[in-house]
């Protein structure tokens, strides 16, 4: 028997072995790969996640700014108005 066909003797025999040993690693690159990519993809989201939620607590509290600031406005015209009526009542003499 020669040293060539030996090594196909060897080869037909393990044959369906190599494809599927070539087959698995084939997957397993691709299952990493997908893998990799989805850990990547949970990576943005959770980044996404964070900054909308940040976003809510700003313009959450932007909104109480913008009350806060209405309501002193109010308040700061109902005194100035106060102040005005009592001036004019003291020019006028009614006191």
Same mark, same amino acid.
Do not use: P
């Given at each position: 028997?020669?040293? @060539? =066909?030996?090594?196909?003797?060897?080869?037909?025999? !393990?044959?369906?072995?190599? #494809?599927?040993?070539?087959?698995?690693?084939?997957?397993?690159?691709?299952?990493?790969?997908?893998?990799?990519?989805?850990?990547?993809?949970?990576?943005? !989201?959770?980044?996404?996640?964070? #900054?909308? @939620?940040?976003?809510? #607590?700003?313009?959450?509290?932007?909104?109480?700014?913008?009350?806060?600031?209405?309501?002193?406005? #109010?308040?700061?015209?109902?005194?100035?108005?106060?102040?005005? *009526?009592?001036? *004019? =009542?003291?020019?006028?003499?009614? !006191?």
């Amino acid at each position: 028997m020669s040293k @060539a =066909s030996n090594t196909e003797t060897y080869l037909s025999k !393990y044959k369906e072995l190599i #494809i599927t040993t070539i087959i698995c690693l084939f997957l397993t690159g691709i299952y990493d790969s997908i893998n990799n990519q989805t850990t990547e993809i949970k990576r943005w !989201y959770e980044l996404m996640i964070n #900054i909308q @939620a940040e976003q809510r #607590i700003q313009g959450v509290d932007l909104e109480l700014i913008k009350e806060s600031i209405e309501n002193f406005q #109010i308040e700061t015209n109902q005194e100035l108005d106060n102040h005005q *009526q009592r001036i *004019q =009542s003291l020019e006028r003499g009614d !006191y």
